[in-house]
């Protein structure tokens, strides 16, 4: 299973909650609430992310990551934007230095 595999699946499953009852499915739930809300909870899991970290807790910085890529996958499901679209952009920047990268944009 690769991990591309997982979060392709994940967001298969949260398209098809765009049509689910709210009452039974959590990503129903937050994706018939406001956008505010999923950006809310962006928010307060990287909040709960940076915690982890501090707390240098290994298996908590995992489980909030866990929650933080969830909710970033419900947020690009709304906008309908596949996982595959945010994988491709990695890969196009692979291999650029991100320092060779910051320059090229104070020379434009
Ligand atoms: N991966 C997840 C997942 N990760 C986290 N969560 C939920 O996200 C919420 C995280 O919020 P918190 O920890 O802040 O808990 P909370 O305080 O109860 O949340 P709020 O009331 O503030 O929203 C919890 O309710 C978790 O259960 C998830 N809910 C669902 N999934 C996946 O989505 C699929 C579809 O879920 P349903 O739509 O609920 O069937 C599931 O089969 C899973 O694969």
């Not at 990503?27 to 899991?45: Q, W």
């Not at 419900?74 to 679209?85: D, G, K």
């Not at 991100?98 to 944009?105: D, P, T, V």
């Amino acid at each position: 299973m690769t991990s591309s595999t997982i979060l392709q699946r994940l967001a298969d499953t949260i398209e098809a909650r765009k049509n689910a009852d709210p009452t039974q499915s959590y990503v129903a739930k937050l994706l018939a609430s406001s956008e505010e809300k999923v950006l809310k909870k962006i928010a307060e899991e990287a909040a709960e992310t940076i915690m982890a970290c501090k707390d240098n807790d290994s298996a908590q910085i995992i489980y909030e990551t866990a929650d933080l890529w969830f909710h970033c996958l419900v947020m690009l499901a709304r906008h309908n934007i596949s996982p595959e679209a945010i994988l491709a952009e990695l890969e196009r920047r692979e291999g650029i230095s991100g320092i060779e990268e910051k320059l090229s944009r104070s020379q434009n």
